[in-house]
């Protein structure tokens, strides 16, 4: 199923805020330069999520300097979408908003179902462990995907 390795890669989800820059953060730390790596969210008005900085930092990635954008604003920014190689969607409402604004465009959309860890767990702790799980699952579907770290 080798697809070969895209040369730009578009990740998205709702918000921007825990998902899409998490695998933004893991593809630049295992992949390098290799792609150039970018994400957005369908909306873009939360910043980045404290816990999803925590858990990555955990496994050496910072998040905590990532600024928030929407689909919206990288357009008005002047990235076009269609310019990415690969687009991958980690949430079925961005899924529908990339297919939706590519429709004319010859980019392939991927969807990886990856859990929202926002809003489980009781405690910090819980919360975390909800966090990691989701870290974990975009790192093991990345490296099924690309192949074994490269950086």
């Known amino acids: 199923m080798d697809q070969g390795f895209p040369q730009s890669v578009l990740f998205c ?13 893991f ?3 295992l992949y390098g330069q290799r792609a150039y790596v970018q994400s957005a969210g369908v909306h873009g008005e939360t ?10 930092a955990e496994k050496g990635v910072s998040l905590d300097r990532h600024r928030t954008r929407s689909f919206d604003e990288m ?4 990235d076009d979408l269609s310019g990415f190689d690969l687009i991958v969607a980690l ?24 859990m929202d860890p926002t809003g489980l767990g009781e405690t910090r702790e819980t919360k975390l462990q909800a966090y990691r799980q989701t870290r974990d699952q975009i790192v093991h579907r990345m490296q099924e995907r690309f192949g074994p770290p490269t950086a």
């Open 27 to 29: 593809m630049k730390k």
């Open 75 to 78: 357009q008005e920014w002047g």
């Open 13 to 25: 989800c709702d918000h921007n805020s825990v998902r899409s820059p998490m695998a933004e953060g």
């Open 91 to 114: 949430s079925p409402a961005s899924q529908r908003a990339a297919l939706e604004l590519t429709r004319y465009a010859h980019v392939n959309v991927e969807y990886w179902p990856i």
């Open 47 to 56: 910043d980045i999520d404290g816990f999803a900085v925590a858990v990555s």
